[in-house]
């Protein structure tokens, strides 16, 4: 596994009103930049009203022109349902959709789960949510050591693990071939922080209070090859999310880092777009 | 331009000028830096409150705020309020005077944590909606900064007893929200939703077509947020042109011009 280099791309000049930006500002359509959201979910939660369903979603995705959306099925409460969920409209959507399984200790063995996602549905990456899946951080980790098993897995499948809780810091340290993605990390610098020396440990850039501020301070944490853009559609919009990245001053190499190449890199998705 | 474009005049709501504590290394806060930010983005006129009055004194805020948008027709200014019996704010019977001296048409109310009030306290602020109503001034909630919205008993009190008085309000984020505001949205026609912590997917497609275009009104949360986060959002939402005119900035214009000072 490849990871990131540690380069640094805060830019500034006359690179930073780049060309990506210039075409979101026409409300053009962004499709040849190759964006990849790393974040998105398919259902609806409690938490708020959601007025789109997926059919919207992937229609408001192809308007703003997102090349791949990495869909979980966290707000599924039988695992295997939300993955069969997840995997059938990936299948519908083979253009758009990269499927990412999601995992509970609760409901029967994760790496039997796991291997089914990779197999039958293609998943090409895992989702682990504390909060959705009843699960609570730090104990549901301690309390299943299965997990070990299911970086493990990850690793040798090549399988990003995007996570919100479950995760421990001692889990990126020990598993150093796994690659793990922090979700809603931009909002969460103490933790990327501690853990910015780990070239597995990866940030998404989701998060309602982001700003290019806040990726500013991200890029100066783990640089620019460890972020990948994230939009947490559909509770958020997507072009919404996408401008933090545009007007951060950042070159525009960077910028497409951020917002494609370090997802495709890790998705292992070379020379598929 | 391209026909999703348009012209749009974006007016913004919701942005700050001045200083504050925690600005982006090389942010330019000056009105000159914000007008250049606002071409940058496309953005036509803003309504401006001083930053420094979230958390600092209030007095000195409104006062560099009323200077500021004096130079600039494009910056509407707008005062943070405070409590007239503690010296703070003109008193309703003696403020129509400095409010229009200084062309103030929108008065902003922050709320919540270390917030000037931690809630919507409408004991507290009777005399001042009186005064307002008379002049159908504009009240922006500012909420940003609130873990949750005011509570619904106090936002229909609030809009069913001063029904002159446009409510805008500005949450953190999406979350939570919706079920109060379709409720006010049925019940009441001068409840607004200022956009920049409304960004859930579809939001500006839904509310638009259940509530009309007139519900929903631009605003960046500048400098905390950019500007572009919602003009993106406006620009590439899936609505015709006539609607997204008024979220832009229409609706906003015409309440800022209904304003008898």
């Known amino acids: 596994m490849r990871h990131g280099s540690g380069d640094r791309g805060v830019g500034s000049g006359p ?26 979910h398919l259902g609806t939660w409690a938490l708020s009203y959601l007025p789109v369903r997926a059919g919207d979603m992937l229609e408001a995705a192809r308007h703003v022109g997102i090349r ?25 959507h083979a253009d758009l959709v990269v499927p990412f399984a999601v995992l509970n200790p609760y409901q029967g063995s994760m790496t039997e789960e796991l291997v089914r996602c990779i197999r039958e549905h293609r998943c090409r990456g895992l989702k682990v949510h504390d909060f959705h899946q009843g699960m609570h951080s730090p104990s ?41 993605v922090m979700a809603h990390g931009i909002g969460n610098p103490e933790r990327v922080r501690r853990l ?22 991200l890029v100066r944490l783990v640089g620019p090859d460890r972020i990948v853009w994230g939009s947490d559609a559909p509770l958020a919009d997507f072009a919404q999310r996408l401008a933090i990245v545009l007007d951060s001053g950042l070159d525009e190499l960077t910028q497409l880092k951020i917002v494609a190449g370090n997802a495709r890199r890790i998705l292992r998705l070379e020379g598929r777009d | 331009m391209d026909s999703r474009c ?46 420094s009055g979230v958390l600092g004194d209030l007095v000195s805020a409104n006062r560099h705020v009323a200077a500021i948008a004096r130079k600039s027709d494009r910056l509407h200014p707008v005062w943070h309020i405070g409590s ?136 960046t949360r500048y400098p905390q947020f950019c500007h572009l986060q919602t003009v993106l959002q406006v620009r590439y939402s899936h609505v015709d042109e006539r609607t997204r005119e008024l979220v832009a900035g229409g609706t906003l214009r015409r309440l800022l011009d209904e304003v008898t000072l």
């Open chain 2, 84 to 219: 007239h019996h503690v010296g703070e704010f003109p008193a309703p019977a003696a403020a129509a005077e400095p409010l229009a001296e200084a062309g103030v048409r929108m008065l902003r109310l922050c709320g919540g944590r270390q917030s000037r009030y931690a809630d919507l306290e409408l004991p507290l602020l009777e005399d001042l909606l009186g005064f307002m109503n008379d002049r159908r001034m504009i009240l922006y909630l500012d909420w940003t900064r609130a873990a949750a919205a005011p509570a619904a008993a106090a936002l229909q009190s609030l809009l069913r007893g001063w029904p002159s008085v446009p409510v805008i309000i500005g949450v953190a984020k999406t979350e939570q929200h919706d079920r109060l505001f379709y409720a006010l949205w049925e019940r009441f026609g001068h409840f607004y939703v200022e956009l920049s912590g409304y960004q859930g997917l579809g939001v500006i497609e839904e509310v638009t077509r259940r509530f009309g275009g007139d519900r929903l009104v631009f605003g």
């Open chain 2, 6 to 51: 348009g012209t749009l005049r974006f007016l913004d709501a919701n942005c700050g000028v001045g200083p504050f504590f925690d600005p982006h290394p090389g942010l330019d806060w000056s009105v000159e830096g914000l007008l250049a930010r606002m071409d940058e983005a496309g953005i036509a006129e803003s309504c401006v409150h001083a930053s």
């Open chain 1, 68 to 92: 791949r959306l990495c869909i979980n099925g966290i707000f599924g409460p039988c695992i295997r349902e939300a993955n069969d969920e997840v995997a059938a409209f990936a299948a519908r």
């Open chain 1, 196 to 217: 910015a020396d780990r070239p597995n440990l990866y940030a998404d850039t989701s998060w309602s209070q982001a700003s290019p501020r806040s990726l500013l301070d």
């Open chain 1, 15 to 40: 690179e930073r009103r780049a060309s990506l930006r210039d075409a979101a500002l026409r409300a053009e359509s962004l499709e040849r930049f190759g964006i990849i959201d790393f974040h998105v």
């Open chain 1, 140 to 180: 549901i980790r301690e309390a299943f050591p299965e997990w070990d098993e299911v970086w493990e897995m990850c690793a040798r499948a090549g399988l990003p693990v995007l996570f919100h809780g479950v995760v421990t810091d001692e889990d990126v340290r020990r598993h150093r071939d796994t690659v793990f």
